[in-house]
């Protein structure tokens, strides 16, 4: 079992910058594919990125396309989300998820808000 705790949400605004990341426990984080998630007010939990488990492989939404990046670091059993050129419409609670075959496990959550 994989547990998750994000960090880095804050209000910003918009054209703004935050790096979200997310440490995870346990021994077997570099066996997990990695992902962010995100759900704004009234809408269904949606991608973001997500990122193979030896960092080779990356996926982007299209709405993020450019402007965000996800990366990891094995070592320090921690995941990333650098976000530039932030928009309103990127408000949102944004998950991580440790993802493999067996199971998705999922962070609490970390608020973004972006100002115009």
């Known amino acids: 079992q994989v547990q998750l705790v994000e960090s880095g949400g804050g209000l910003v605004q918009a054209g703004g910058s935050l790096r979200l990341s997310c440490a995870a426990s346990g021994r077997t984080f570099s066996s997990y594919n990695m992902g962010w998630f995100r759900q704004a007010p009234g809408k269904e939990r949606e991608s973001v990125a997500d990122?193979?488990?030896?960092?080779?492989?990356?996926y982007y939404a299209d709405s993020v396309k450019g402007r965000f990046t996800i990366y990891r670091d094995n070592a320090k059993n921690t995941v990333y989300l650098q976000m530039n050129s932030l928009k309103p419409e990127d408000t949102a609670v944004y998950y991580c998820?440790?993802?493999?075959?067996?199971?998705?496990?999922w962070g609490q959550g970390t608020q973004v808000t972006v100002s115009s």
């Open positions: 998820a440790a993802m493999n075959s067996i199971a998705t496990y």
């Open positions: 990122i193979s488990w030896s960092g080779a492989n990356t």
